[in-house]
């Protein structure tokens, strides 16, 4: 299989099966490159568990590239996808991912203010 969006097909589809821990690793080695892609699949994905997954692996990459898709992910309703796509803000602790929790924070709950909260304070002992 040389076709890398063939390739992150399969290796999605295989993430609610029993080769999970084999797919996730081989998308996480598949790199950035993939990252438009994983995006894609994760937008046609239903399965809540296989999202938060997705969210997880997106962090990984370590791409700036993925803020606006996690900052659109912090809107969601779902707590799991919310959490995993804040974690995922931290992970990435650069001045992007920062301004994207600044912007977000004007829309959130209370309770999603505090995390918010919590994760700028991160970044910003990080960064500085």
Not at 11 to 22: D, H
Request: charged share 20%.
């Amino acid at each position: 299989m040389n076709n890398l969006q063939e390739y992150v097909e399969q290796c999605v589809a295989e993430l609610s099966g029993p080769n999970a821990f084999k797919a996730r690793h081989s998308l996480v080695e598949a790199g950035p490159a993939a990252l438009p892609l994983v995006i894609e699949a994760f937008l046609a994905i239903e399965d809540p568990q296989v999202k938060v997954s997705l969210i997880q692996l997106i962090a990984e990459y370590r791409s700036n590239e993925a803020v606006p898709f996690l900052q659109e992910q912090l809107k969601d309703s779902s707590t799991a996808i919310w959490q995993a796509a804040l974690e995922a803000m931290v992970i990435l602790c650069s001045p992007e991912a920062l301004h994207a929790l600044h912007v977000s924070r004007a829309t959130a709950t209370d309770l999603q203010r505090w995390m918010i909260d919590e994760a700028i304070q991160q970044i910003n002992a990080f960064l500085e």
